[in-house]
Nanobody
Framework: QVQLVESGGGLVQAGGSLRLSCSAS????????MGWFRQAPGKEREFVSA?????????IYVDSVKGRFTISRDNAKSAVYLQMSSLKPEDTAVYYC????????????????WGPGTQVTVSS
């Protein structure tokens, strides 16, 4: 069983940056692909980015964040990060990290473990 906790959310002006962190415990972190999802009020949970199980591994992004967000992981620290730049009001959401064994996925149902989420609010 893997426990995940996100941090780093907050209020930022449009064009600003935030770095989200997700710390894992209770499992072999390096065995899991990690993903970031977000959910805005009244909307379904949306895939943002994912990274393969190994540090420096393959990554994937939803088109709306390509070139602005960067996912990375540090297996020695059991952590995954999401560096967000050039933030837009439409990026406002609760951001969740998630873990799954094997290759990364882009659908919420593919992930086994979830953090409680961290709020990101981008003001215009």
């Amino acid at each position: 069983q893997v426990q995940l906790v996100e941090s780093g959310g907050g209020l930022v002006q449009a064009g600003g940056s935030l770095r989200l962190s997700c710390s894992a415990s209770g499992g072999t972190f390096s065995s899991y692909a990690m993903g970031w999802f977000r959910q805005a009020p009244g909307k379904e949970r949306e895939f943002v980015s994912a990274i393969s199980w190994y540090s420096g591994g393959a990554t994937i992004y939803v088109d709306s964040v390509k070139g602005r967000f960067t996912i990375s992981r540090d297996n020695a620290k059991s952590a995954v990060y999401l560096q967000m730049s050039s933030l837009k009001p439409e990026d406002t959401a609760v951001y969740y990290c998630a873990a799954r064994r094997g290759a990364y996925g882009t659908q919420p149902k593919e992930y086994e473990f979830w953090g409680p989420g961290t709020q990101v609010t981008v003001s215009s």
